[in-house]
């Protein structure tokens, strides 16, 4: 599957929507898609990873850095993630503790506090 990322809006979240591989060789036009939705003073994003194939650990550190950046301005970042092998990697690294996760972009996107 080829690697690509699409952004959109839902309410007061941006959904970033990850197909393929996230590697060292589709990090950077990953990192420059977050980066750029979180630039331009997206508060609340959803990163979908229900169609990635596999992540490395250079996509791991971005959806870090990007966690770090986004809550240090008061904001929220979410993961949606499906399948048994991604899971697996998520829960593995515990990102699952550092980030809140998801099983669908309509759950990740629903409001506890509304």
Known sequence: M????????????EILTVTGEID???VP???QRLLGVI????QSVVIDLSGVDFIDSTGLGVLMGAAKRVRGSGGDIRLVRTGS????LIELTRL???L???DSVSA??????S
């Open 2 to 13: 080829e690697f690509g990322v699409t952004v959109a809006s839902s309410g007061r979240w």
């Open 24 to 26: 060292m060789a589709t």
């Open 29 to 31: 036009r990953f990192r």
């Open 39 to 42: 630039g331009a003073g997206a």
């Open 85 to 88: 092998r991604l899971s697996e």
């Open 96 to 98: 699952d503790r550092v």
């Open 100 to 102: 809140d996760v998801f």
């Open 108 to 113: 990740a996107t629903e409001d506890s506090d």
